[in-house]
């Protein structure tokens, strides 16, 4: 099996291992903050949302550009179940988008949407974690670091959600997120909250 990565340089070591966590703990870890920020939106609502919504955003971003392909690649019978969770993650991302506030009482559908996405994805890596080698799980995982990183902080359900013109459209809609982000001193990381906490 071989997931869609660029080719390594040749190395003289057959036991070369990246460095780096395997996509498949990041997207457990990844998971488990978008479910703690969903607790936390009971009690802190506006506090919280913009926060769920920056890191859902990036996180559907890395989703749809690394893990859907190398699932594909990796079980091609997952395909289909794949095809409705872009689906569903654009739906996600439109509810996000359309919230009025942190009082919007649509913000239960958007938290249970969040746990329903959580327990679909956590199946998808299953085949991949099986058909996948080590060191390509790894690779993902770097790549995944990275697309988070450049990746949008707001919802934007209409862009495209596959390779290639993802890998273009999202790192550009995420530079102009995070000016705006700036400018505004919205919060965008869980650790934002922590800060906010202790003053």
């Known amino acids: 099996m071989s997931v869609p990565l660029p080719p390594l340089p040749p190395a003289a070591d057959d036991a070369y291992r990246p460095g780096g966590r395997s996509v498949a703990e990041i997207v457990d870890r990844e998971h488990r903050a ?16 913009d926060v769920l919504t920056a890191a859902l955003s990036r996180h559907l971003c ?21 095809d409705r969770e872009l689906e569903a993650d654009a739906a996600l991302l439109t509810a996000l988008r359309e919230l009025s506030g942190p009082e919007d009482p649509a913000v239960a559908e958007v938290a249970d949407r969040v746990r329903r996405h959580v327990d679909r ?6 085949p991949l974690r099986q058909g996948a080698t080590e ?8 790549r995944w670091e990275i697309a988070g990183e450049a990746a949008p902080t707001r919802p934007h359900p209409g ?12 790192p550009a809609l995420g530079v102009l997120d995070k ?9 965008t990381h869980p650790s934002d909250l922590d800060r906010h906490r202790k003053r």
């Open 179 to 187: 000016v705006r982000d700036a400018v505004t001193g919205r919060r």
């Open 135 to 142: 060191v390509e799980l790894i690779r993902l995982g770097n």
């Open 159 to 170: 862009t495209p959600a596959t390779p290639p013109w993802n890998k273009v459209v999202e």
């Open 62 to 82: 890395a989703e749809e550009q690394y893990l859907f392909p190398a699932v594909r690649a990796a079980a091609p019978k997952s395909a289909e179940l794949v």
């Open 34 to 49: 978008l479910l703690g920020l969903v607790e936390q939106l009971t009690s802190r609502r506006s506090e919280v949302l």
């Open 121 to 126: 994805v956590a199946a998808l890596v299953v």
